[in-house]
């Protein structure tokens, strides 16, 4: 029984790690996702000054660039790559670290909360930093933590490697480990005075590690401040964090994010009832991370967006974890049983939202198939649609040729439209919009075509997650072909 109890994490661990992994046969690549696989198509310097130019850190993309040398470029292994955040959290902190330190309960309460709530889901393959984000916070809370109570160096060294990773990885992290180290030396001061030096050697260490990244960092900051595509900030948006990373981003709250947000607020005054003092600093971190979004939202430009807060979520799972694990009692085991079926049924609609969502229920397998067999590799392609979303169609066809129709037609069609037909006598042409954010139109670039003795027929329509295409064959009256 014993011996089970030991394995029970690790048990749970791996089957949450298969259920947040099914989203990555899905072929849809948003515009977030299709940046992150052009980027790395470069080569290492590249992709560097690509992040420089962009808002977040390198250190995600490298470690795609790194999956590159096994086997090229592949979806389905990014987006495994991608996981490979989620799974170390869980096996590695949870599973391990967090067992070892606070006991089994305590742990399969952390892999059962982080795993199971919709963002964990949604973000595990998503091509982006978010999932690698969150293991490096939530290791660099743990080090820094086990740092405090045991005073090994070995465990500070670890805590300022995951720390330096969560600052080249987003900026949100960068405001979280920053707090703990706050926090970690305001400790030792006022309670372990002899390990003050020790503390403050390691911020400088991380501080001339981050050093050759500050510049940059303060360069994007003042690109935010100039010009930036976050709506303008709301407090009740910023208020409903923690129920949204519950559920779909891009949904309603329903009453299960609700009620996850009331139990953490009963689990907060529970903990500070019973002194749970590490567990109320992992709040504290999450909630001055959201605070101090918020103030340069305000008082600077919006720079906030609940999903990156995402990079805090395993500070809440531990909070979560060792407020309600560590409960002894004749009641503990019926309120932690209660809080496994809790998550569990949290889980089942996770995957039910997931299933709903474009992301899985779309057509991007048949779009993927219909440009294999019969969009040739150096097509030219009309695109009805915004001009930065160019990393979408780059992604799907690298070696093609795109231009945006308000980029043809907002200029005289003989400058515009007809010098793009002549350079491209030959070639094959397809015409595509997204009906969803189209800028000109079917019948203004059809009457222009016309207008140029050219037909524009249609040929098939697909969704793919955020975009509803149609795809017209552009050719010469009288070589009409398709």
Same mark, same amino acid.
């Given at each position: 029984?014993?011996?089970?109890?030991?394995?029970?994490?690790?048990?749970?661990?791996?089957?949450?790690?298969?259920?947040?992994?099914?989203?990555?046969?899905?072929?849809?690549?948003?515009?977030?996702?299709?940046?992150?696989?052009?980027?790395?198509?470069?080569?290492?310097?590249?992709?560097?000054?690509?992040?420089?130019?962009?808002?977040?850190?390198?250190?995600?993309?490298?470690?795609?660039?790194?999956?590159?040398?096994?086997?090229?470029?592949?979806?389905?292994?990014?987006?495994?790559?991608?996981?490979?955040?989620?799974?170390?959290? /869980?096996?590695?902190?949870?599973? !391990?670290? &967090?067992?070892?330190?606070? *006991?089994?309960? #305590?742990? %399969?309460? $952390?892999?059962? =909360?982080?795993?199971?709530?919709?963002?964990?889901?949604?973000?595990?393959?998503?091509?982006?930093?978010?999932?690698?984000?969150?293991?490096?916070?939530?290791?660099?809370?743990?080090?820094?933590?086990?740092?405090?109570?045991?005073?090994?160096?070995?465990?500070?060294?670890?805590?300022?490697?995951?720390?330096?990773?969560?600052?080249?990885?987003?900026?949100?992290?960068?405001?979280?480990?920053?707090?703990?180290?706050?926090?970690?030396?305001?400790?030792?001061? /006022?309670?372990?005075?002899?390990? !003050?030096? &020790?503390?403050?050697?390691? *911020?400088?260490? #991380?501080? %001339?590690? $981050?050093?050759? =990244?500050?510049?940059?960092?303060?360069?994007?900051?003042?690109?935010?401040?100039?010009?930036?595509?976050?709506?303008?900030?709301?407090?009740?948006?910023?208020?409903?964090?923690?129920?949204?990373?519950?559920?779909?981003?891009?949904?309603?709250?329903?009453?299960?994010?609700?009620?996850?947000?009331?139990?953490?607020?009963?689990?907060?005054?529970?903990?500070?009832?019973?002194?749970?003092?590490?567990?109320?600093?992992?709040?504290?971190?999450?909630?001055?991370?959201?605070?101090?979004?918020?103030?340069?939202?305000?008082?600077?430009?919006?720079?906030?967006?609940?999903?990156?807060? $995402?990079?805090? =979520?395993?500070?809440?799972?531990?909070?979560?974890?060792?407020?309600?694990?560590?409960?002894?009692?004749?009641?503990?085991?019926?309120?932690?049983?209660?809080?496994?079926?809790?998550?569990?049924?949290?889980?089942?609609?996770?995957?039910?939202?997931?299933?709903?969502?474009?992301?899985?229920?779309?057509?991007?397998?048949?779009?993927?198939?219909?440009?294999?067999?019969?969009?040739?590799?150096?097509?030219?392609?009309?695109?009805?649609?915004?001009?930065?979303?160019?990393?979408?169609?780059?992604?799907?066809?690298?070696?093609?040729?795109?231009?945006?129709?308000?980029?043809?037609?907002?200029?005289?069609?003989?400058?515009?439209?007809?010098?793009?037909?002549?350079?491209?006598?030959?070639?094959?042409?397809?015409?595509?919009?997204?009906?969803?954010?189209?800028?000109?139109?079917?019948?203004?670039?059809?009457?222009?075509?016309?207008?140029?003795?050219?037909?524009?027929?249609?040929?098939?329509?697909?969704?793919?997650?955020?975009?509803?295409?149609?795809?017209?064959?552009?050719?010469?009256?009288?070589?009409?072909?398709?």
């Amino acid at each position: 029984m014993q011996r089970f109890k030991g394995i029970a994490p690790y048990i749970t661990a791996i089957c949450i790690c298969i259920f947040v992994s099914f989203p990555a046969v899905a072929q849809s690549v948003v515009l977030d996702e299709a940046y992150s696989a052009v980027l790395v198509r470069g080569n290492i310097p590249d992709i560097i000054r690509g992040a420089a130019i962009d808002v977040h850190p390198p250190l995600y993309y490298l470690i795609l660039k790194v999956s590159q040398f096994f086997g090229g470029e592949s979806l389905l292994k990014y987006r495994l790559v991608t996981a490979g955040g989620t799974y170390l959290n /869980l096996l590695l902190l949870g599973a !391990t670290l &967090i067992r070892k330190r606070w *006991g089994c309960r #305590v742990s %399969i309460l $952390y892999i059962l =909360w982080f795993g199971l709530t919709y963002s964990t889901l949604e973000k595990t393959t998503f091509l982006r930093m978010y999932s690698w984000g969150a293991f490096f916070v939530t290791g660099a809370a743990i080090f820094l933590f086990l740092y405090y109570e045991n005073g090994k160096k070995r465990d500070i060294l670890l805590g300022a490697v995951m720390t330096l990773a969560a600052m080249y990885t987003h900026y949100y992290a960068v405001i979280s480990v920053f707090l703990m180290w706050v926090i970690l030396l305001l400790a030792v001061f /006022l309670k372990k005075r002899e390990n !003050t030096k &020790i503390v403050l050697l390691g *911020g400088v260490l #991380v501080t %001339i590690g $981050y050093l050759p =990244w500050l510049k940059t960092m303060l360069a994007q900051s003042m690109k935010v401040a100039d010009n930036y595509w976050i709506a303008s900030f709301s407090w009740s948006r910023w208020g409903a964090v923690p129920a949204a990373l519950t559920e779909s981003s891009d949904a309603p709250l329903t009453g299960i994010g609700a009620a996850l947000y009331g139990l953490l607020i009963m689990l907060f005054l529970f903990g500070f009832l019973r002194k749970k003092w590490e567990a109320l600093l992992c709040v504290a971190v999450f909630f001055g991370t959201m605070l101090a979004g918020a103030l340069f939202s305000v008082l600077v430009t919006p720079i906030w967006t609940s999903r990156y807060m $995402y990079v805090g =979520w395993g500070l809440i799972a531990l909070f979560v974890a060792v407020t309600a694990g560590t409960v002894t009692g004749s009641f503990s085991n019926i309120s932690q049983g209660l809080l496994v079926f809790l998550l569990a049924m949290v889980g089942a609609v996770s995957a039910k939202v997931m299933l709903a969502d474009e992301t899985m229920n779309s057509d991007a397998a048949a779009w993927v198939d219909f440009l294999a067999e019969n969009v040739d590799e150096t097509a030219r392609l009309i695109i009805d649609n915004p001009s930065e979303h160019d990393a979408v169609f780059k992604y799907y066809l690298p070696n093609a040729v795109f231009v945006f129709t308000e980029k043809l037609l907002t200029q005289d069609i003989e400058d515009g439209l007809e010098t793009f037909l002549t350079e491209n006598k030959g070639s094959q042409i397809w015409y595509v919009i997204d009906y969803r954010q189209q800028r000109i139109g079917t019948d203004k670039i059809g009457a222009c075509l016309e207008e140029l003795g050219y037909t524009m027929e249609t040929v098939d329509s697909f969704i793919i997650k955020y975009k509803s295409l149609e795809v017209f064959k552009v050719e010469e009256k009288g070589n009409e072909q398709y």
